[in-house]
């Protein structure tokens, strides 16, 4: 039920909102770090928005339970924090675009302090939102938390961002212009009296059925900014894995990889510039060498897609891609096809352990998305957007512009410079999982096959099988291709 603004003890004091978005965080946070000066009072406020749990039109939620868990998580954990600094946070289930301007007009607000997000969707509730603050005289200012580079300081206007990473990278690369992070304030504004906090819901009442935590998985990622901080401090400096990142991260197994940072950058309980002043203190107390700077390169991936998707806007998430290039012979209707591939029934064994991965724990590693993709695309001929469309709803580390410009990179729509290019399946099984410890970790009615048959069991005799205690097409499917 709606409160009573007529009541309201508050209407005579100003106050500010902080609508928080992919921002979701304490430390170096604009908006925040804006929106609680010179206020007496402060109300955080997060829309739980009904529209990211809907069924999409290929049968699953638009935020599947994973990504969903780890939001709600962070919720926790970012009104704990908000608490211990004398303030809370207001949560909604309802649209942006009504719950904030009846927020506004509850506290007598005239100003909205949030964060630019990318993507049609959110720019649209975007615009409703500034629409009917406007017609209560209020306004909303965005800040970008999410960048490494501010927009002024790039060499180039955005809309001229470089159609190839190599231009964008070499044109940043030399003196990246990185500004200090935002301090995060000792202390906050209270909440306005009469507002009432509100329940941060549970899985099931947004329609969506918790999973049980997979023990194979390569890290019980737990939502917020506190784990978010604690594993950067484990990556870089407890573990001191960071030395040895370029040469581990085409890893397969376990939590040291690589950096397992995407989930938090996400939704922002991470910061990127924190990430990158946490490589440069490295670079300087323990060692700067090729694994540091190929952090740095991996983060330069992520800035150029955002850019990218801002440049290219809706045309990301169409068939022909960023290069509005007319594509065929990509089935939309394959939908048996389609769902083994989603289940990781494919009888590929390389591709079947990565999606069985995705599907019981929200991750997938780099390499493993780059090959079920192509697999998805340029094997099974199945329309890319598909593919994108169960990422988004599967994966924790869900981002916009890094889920649908990587798409279009290896669905041949969008940035990559090499026309046709094709994963190998076999090949990339080979050399990624040589005796295929990462297929067996996920397929366990695999592991009695000999290391040197275990990427192509399809071929495995019938007499055979039952040695290996397989039989294709019972308890294993026969390879779809
Ligand atoms: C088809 C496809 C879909 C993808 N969807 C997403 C997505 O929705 N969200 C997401 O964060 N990443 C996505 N990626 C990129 C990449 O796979 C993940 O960022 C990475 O696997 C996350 O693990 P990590 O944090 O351990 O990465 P690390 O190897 O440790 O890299 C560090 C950080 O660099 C950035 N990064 C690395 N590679 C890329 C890349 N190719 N594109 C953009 N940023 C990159 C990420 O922020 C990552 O956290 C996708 C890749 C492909 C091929």
Redesign the pocket.
């Known amino acids: 039920m709606k409160e009573n603004i007529n009541t309201n003890p508050t209407n005579k004091h100003q106050a500010k909102i902080l609508w928080f978005r992919n921002n979701l965080r304490l430390h170096d946070n604009e908006a925040l770090f804006k929106a609680q000066k010179l206020t007496e009072y402060l109300l955080p406020v997060y829309c739980i928005d009904p529209r990211q749990f809907e069924a999409t039109k290929l049968g699953f939620p638009k935020m599947g339970s994973f990504r969903a868990g780890f939001l709600l998580e962070t919720l926790h954990d970012l009104r704990k924090n908000l608490r211990s600094k004398g303030s809370d946070l207001v949560v909604r289930v309802g649209k942006p675009e009504e719950e904030i301007p009846f927020l506004a007009d509850q506290v007598k607000a005239t100003l909205v302090y949030s964060s630019h997000e990318i993507g049609t969707e959110e720019l649209e509730v975007v615009e409703a939102l500034e629409l009917k603050l406007w017609r209560h005289q209020a306004f909303l200012e965005l800040c970008w938390p999410g960048n490494l580079l501010e927009t002024e300081e790039l060499p180039f206007p955005f809309k001229a961002t470089p159609n190839t990473f190599t231009e964008f990278r070499k044109s940043v690369e030399k003196d990246l212009p990185i500004n200090e992070l935002y301090p995060e304030p000792d202390t906050l504004p209270a909440l306005p009296a009469g507002v009432v906090p509100g329940e941060i819901p549970c899985l099931k009442k947004l329609g969506l059925t918790s999973e049980d935590a997979d023990d194979r998985a390569v890290l019980a990622f737990q939502g917020g900014e506190v784990a978010a901080l604690a594993r950067l401090h484990q990556y870089t400096w407890s573990q001191n894995l960071l030395k040895d990142?370029k040469e581990t991260?085409n890893g397969l197994l376990g939590a040291d990889y690589?950096?397992?940072?995407?989930p938090w950058?996400?939704n922002g309980a991470l910061s990127?510039r924190k990430i990158y002043y946490e490589i440069r203190s490295y670079e300087a107390q323990v060692v700067k060498n090729k694994s540091t700077w190929h952090?740095i390169f991996?983060?330069l991936?992520?800035e150029y897609?955002r850019l990218i998707a801002r440049k290219y806007q809706n045309n990301i998430f169409l068939k022909g891609g960023i290069k509005g290039i007319e594509v065929s012979g990509l089935s939309s209707t394959r939908k048996k096809t389609f769902r083994r591939w989603m289940n990781g029934e494919t009888g590929i064994p390389f591709i079947d352990a990565n999606m069985r991965e995705l599907k019981q724990t929200g991750f997938?590693?780099?390499r493993g998305?780059?090959n079920v993709?192509s697999f998805l695309t340029k094997d099974l001929k199945i329309n890319w957007i598909h593919?994108?469309m169960y990422?988004?709803s599967q994966?924790i580390?869900?981002?916009v512009s890094?889920?649908w410009?990587?798409?279009n990179?290896?669905a041949g729509v969008g940035n990559d410079p090499r026309e046709d290019r094709y994963f190998n399946i076999l090949s990339q099984a080979k050399r990624y999982d040589g005796k295929g410890k990462y297929v067996k970790h996920w397929l366990p009615e695999l592991k009695n096959v000999p290391d040197n048959k275990i990427h192509e069991v399809g071929k495995i005799k019938p007499q055979e099988q039952s040695q290996y205690g397989i039989s294709l097409g019972a308890n294993y499917p026969k390879p779809i291709v």
């Open positions: 990142y991260r690589s950096t397992k940072f995407s950058l996400a990127v952090l991996e983060l991936w992520r897609f997938m590693s780099n998305r780059q993709a593919g994108a990422f988004e994966l580390d869900y981002d890094s889920n410009c990587n798409w990179y290896v």
